[in-house]
């Protein structure tokens, strides 16, 4: 019904940018809440940002001032603005989206990861 196809990782260096994508396909009204979210091997799932629609936008202290959750018009696509690359950035990025479905509830789904590699 609904998938997430991430996209925009890849390679960069120190104090470069990169901006990742979620894109919402299928059934549904639009995107809720959206949350990125970042993985390293050995180490925990962390959240990184989250956009709710009707609350402050939240960053992982690690990111905050760096790092920008955006969300287009139609609500099928999310953003992270991603600037001032660090090292520690590195990880797989996961999307993660409320989406409102044609039952008139809210379901939540996970992109497919896209990988960020940040050298020094």
């Known amino acids: 019904q609904v998938q997430l196809v991430e996209s925009g990782g890849g390679v960069a260096q120190a104090g470069q940018s990169l901006t990742l994508s979620c894109s919402a396909s299928?059934?549904?009204?639009?995107?809720?809440?959206a949350a990125w979210y970042r993985q390293v091997p050995g180490k925990e799932r962390e959240s990184v940002a989250v956009?709710?629609?009707?609350?402050?936008?939240k960053y992982a202290g690690s990111v905050k001032d760096r790092f920008t959750i955006s969300m287009d018009s139609a609500r099928t696509t999310v953003y992270l603005q991603m600037n001032d690359l660090k090292p520690e950035d590195t990880g797989t990025y996961y999307c993660?989206?409320?989406?409102?479905?044609?039952?008139?509830?809210?379901?939540?789904?996970w992109g497919q990861g896209t990988q960020v590699a940040v050298s020094s």
């Open positions: 993660y989206a409320y989406v409102y479905g044609e039952d008139y509830l809210w379901h939540s789904y």
């Open positions: 956009l709710t629609p009707a609350a402050p936008i």
């Open positions: 299928g059934s549904g009204f639009g995107v809720g809440t």
